[in-house]
């Protein structure tokens, strides 16, 4: 064995070029696939770093027909029978399963990050706390870097309020200073006292957990108001458990469901068969990752067809360079091999070329990782997912290339071992034999693989170019965007519009500044809300419910956003909370309701928060809403000055380059008040742009896939070319000793190509066009059969066939008669 990978490497070292092709192909598919791969251990399948994860439970409810006023977390309907499987409890159902349940070593709870004002160590900076239980560190597994984790002491009512740190935040907000230790930070105006940090590879159970600060659940109050430790109605916390030693999960799972009932006996929700569904949470919660795993599951189908068109293409080199060797597998059948010992020496020769492709692929999955960041739902600057290569990355690696071994090595090692030594070595011209229907099938393969990356690649792309070409009815130029969160500093909402006000006036003075207005969220942001809208009398849909979209706006937003008001005013200062509610509709909302009368002095009644009636005083020109790819709904703004709602998001237009006024406007607002920090930082272009990443990155990811495919496919079908060239090198020197022209000669290489491209485009088009059905909701502004694409594929593809042909015919029409000849 070793002897004959030795034989291996000197014959690959002799033949660089086909070497070089051999392994740059391999390295390609191996690491796209490796890179896909990455992120689906990363997401799905890497266990958490902690103390024996495999006894981890995630705790579900499962039910029929759940009636829950008060529910904020992961839930899905799609499961077999009409159930609802929900990951959120109250806290009086975490203290029932803690306290009563049997099976458990520990049972913990947990919330989502919760965003809120961080002052100390630095500027007052915004920060995601999580709110855990106090046996949450010890029951998840995890300990501290220095200083110690939260305990159950600490998470009892009138304990000292202290708090743990990640890694990443002492680095960013203390420069890893030790000292932190003991130190205070201040949270929504709660001094809490540093008791530890964590490891720097420390994960949390959600999947990109982005939390930097964990406090117990006794600070409920005085970090997340808005939540409930008393309520059973109330359910914001995930469960998990880790099971005993020797425990049986099916006793445990049941001792929980007879809580639960219990539970819901006792509080206002209402649900059908309720009960309990224990979850593997060595990997974190699986709703959430799944979800997160979406776009990899899709790339990983992407990536198999690269691979197999790579190993269609290695199979057909493979035959090319058996055409050069089977004088020598003559010689070595007539020395006595056996034909296993001729397969064994080729599969082996294969699999060497395998695995340094492999090699190579993991460099190229190591370059290419953080481009596939933007796939997820975190910012890929600052991202919480762990996709280092560990020993399932480099088993897969090595599964993957010990099967393209097998699969592009077994047909030509076994074509090299139907060797005839008597016949091969009597007359070495016996090569010349055509047979070549294996290597035809496998260009056509290529081909037909091939025409499916490229009409998917064709629509991305031209999704992303007419999602580019959008014009979303503002103007998003020189326009800088940050939040202002006024409640976390201490204000009420009655406050709020003067700290608005006051930000404004001061952010109006700074040189540069052309208009400042606010809106609760900014445009094409992917945030958005509703509510119910109703008519009365005659008007247009009346005795019925519409929802309808609304955006909260302050004074000047239409100016700042360059938004034409076609009809009616402005909202102005005048429009307060005690005077009459007003709203300014778009040109949608005017169509679909009012068939385009006239609106202004119109009312209808608005179901938010209070049912009221509103005034239309406005009409104004449509623009995009929540996404760019989303059409735009019927939409109205109202005056966030009625409101006195709470953050809000400040857009300021100015005649410089955006950031370069963030300085003067982080002075301008810290002279109002230093604990208002700013956050969510961006441009109004840099929104449009996010808006549509993730086509931009699957058009980017499909275009080069497809150029892969074609690169591929190319090199196979020249292989092929190449390879019918070496044994018909005789027939074509007699051709053209009788007279045959070069153009003779070339033409029916030519013509080959083309006809098995042919063939390729006639088994691939059609099942093109049954799997872009399955990406129409992935398409914008053009069909999943669109003729444009198709053809451009077509004419694409059979220009790479005829180039790959081209070297080859070239190549015999040069062929020298006496030279081919001379060996007769």
């Not at 208002?676 to 441009?683: D, F, G, W």
């Amino acid at each position: 064995m070793i002897q004959d990978v030795r034989y291996g490497l000197r014959m690959l070292a002799k033949n660089p070029g086909f070497t070089a092709v051999a392994v740059l192909s391999l390295a390609l598919g191996i690491g796209a696939n490796t890179t896909i791969f990455s992120a689906l251990n990363a997401v799905l399948l890497r266990s958490l770093p902690v103390r024996n994860p495999q006894e981890l439970h995630l705790i579900n409810w499962v039910g029929r027909n759940p009636q829950c006023s008060d529910y904020n977390g992961p839930s899905t309907s799609d499961t077999p029978g009409g159930f609802t499987v929900g990951a959120s409890f109250s806290y009086p159902a975490y203290c029932g399963f803690r306290d009563g349940s049997t099976g458990f070593a520990d049972i913990f709870a947990f919330s989502p990050g919760k965003s809120v004002i961080v002052v100390g160590h630095g500027e007052p900076s915004t920060a995601e706390v999580m709110l855990v239980s106090g046996n949450y560190f010890s029951g998840y597994g995890a300990g501290s870097l220095i200083g110690r984790p939260i305990v159950p002491e600490d998470d009892q009512p009138g304990a000292a309020p202290v708090a743990v740190i990640t890694y990443r935040w002492w680095e960013q907000h203390c420069g890893l200073n030790p000292i932190v230790i003991g130190q205070t930070v201040t949270i929504n105006e709660t001094s809490f006292t540093v008791v530890g940090v964590l490891p720097r590879n420390y994960l949390g159970p959600l999947a990109g957990d982005p939390s930097d600060i964990y406090v117990p659940l006794s600070t409920q109050s005085q970090v997340w108001p808005a939540r409930s430790l008393n309520s059973p109605d109330c359910w914001w916390l995930q469960i998990m458990g880790r099971l005993a030693p020797g425990a049986d999960e099916a006793q445990a799972q049941a001792s929980l469901a007879v809580l639960f009932r219990q539970t819901l006996s006792l509080s206002k929700t209402k649900m059908d068969q309720g009960g309990i569904l224990l979850e593997d949470g060595s990997s974190g919660p699986l709703m959430h990752r799944r979800r997160l795993a979406k776009p990899f599951l899709a790339l990983t189908a992407v990536v198999g067809v690269v691979l197999l068109i790579a190993c269609a293409n290695l199979a057909g080199l493979l035959l090319a360079r058996g055409a050069a060797r089977q004088h020598e597998m003559a010689v070595r059948a007539a020395m006595g091999a056996a034909r296993w010992r001729l397969i064994r020496q080729s599969l082996i020769e294969s699999l060497v070329l395998s695995l340094i492709g492999a090699g190579l692929g993991l460099v190229v999955a190591a370059w290419s990782k953080q481009a596939l960041l933007g796939f997820l739902t975190v910012n890929p600057d600052d991202s919480r997912f762990d996709l280092r290569t560990d020993t399932h990355v480099l088993v897969f690696t090595f599964g993957v290339s010990v099967f393209t071994a097998l699969i592009f090595g077994i047909l030509p090692a076994i074509r090299a071992s139907q060797v005839d030594p008597a016949k091969a070595l009597k007359n070495r011209s016996a090569i010349g034999a055509p047979r070549l229907n294996l290597g035809k099938a496998l260009v056509s393969v290529q081909v037909g693989l091939s025409v499916l990356l490229v009409v998917g690649a064709g629509l991305m792309i031209r999704t992303f170019a007419n999602l580019a070409r959008v014009t979303p009815g503002f103007d998003p130029e020189n326009v800088l965007l940050f939040k202002v969160k006024p409640a976390d500093a201490g204000y009420s909402s009655q406050q709020n519009i003067d700290v608005y006000d006051r930000i404004r006036t001061a952010i109006a003075a700074i040189p540069g500044v052309r208009a400042v207005t606010f809106s609760a969220f900014p445009l094409v942001s992917g945030t958005d809300s509703n509510s119910d809208i109703e008519f009365q009398g005659g008007e247009k849909g009346a005795g019925r419910k519409w929802l309808t979209y609304f955006l909260p706006i302050g004074e000047d937003f239409f100016r700042t956003m360059n938004i034409p008001l076609l009809v009616g005013r402005d909202f102005t200062a005048a429009d307060t909370a005690t005077s009459p509610p007003v709203v300014i509709v778009n040109e949608t909302f005017a169509r679909r309701y009012f068939s385009g009368e006239n609106l202004i002095g119109r009312t209808f009644i608005l179901h938010h928060r209070t049912t009221r009636t509103v005034q239309i005083v406005g009409v104004a020109r449509d623009a995009k809403y929540n996404r760019v790819r989303a059409d735009v709904p019927p939409l109205m703004y109202l005056s966030q000055r009625q409101l006195a709602g709470g953050a809000v998001s400040f857009a300021v237009r100015s005649v410089l380059p955006p950031f370069s006024l963030l300085p003067a406007i982080r002075q301008a607002v810290a002279a109002i008040d230093p604990n208002l920090p700013l956050s969510a930082i961006n441009t109004q272009e840099g929104l449009l742009k996010q808006s549509i990443a993730p086509d931009r990155l699957f058009a980017s990811l499909g275009g080069a896939l497809a150029l892969l495919a074609m690169l591929l496919s190319c090199i196979g079908l020249y292989g092929l070319m190449a390879y019918n060239l070496a044994r018909r090198t005789r027939e074509i020197g007699i051709r053209m000793a009788l007279g045959a022209t070069p153009a003779n000669v070339a033409r029916p290489i030519l013509r080959e190509a083309v006809v098995l491209a042919w063939i390729g485009l006639a088994a691939g088009v059609p099942v093109a066009l049954t799997l872009t059905r399955f990406i129409k909701s992935q398409l914008y502004g053009v069909a999943p059969t669109d003729p444009m694409t198709l053809i451009g594929a077509g004419v694409l593809l059979m220009a790479v066939a005829i180039l790959s042909a081209w070297i080859p015919a070239r190549r015999a029409m040069k062929i020298n008669p006496m030279e081919a000849l001379r060996c007769e």
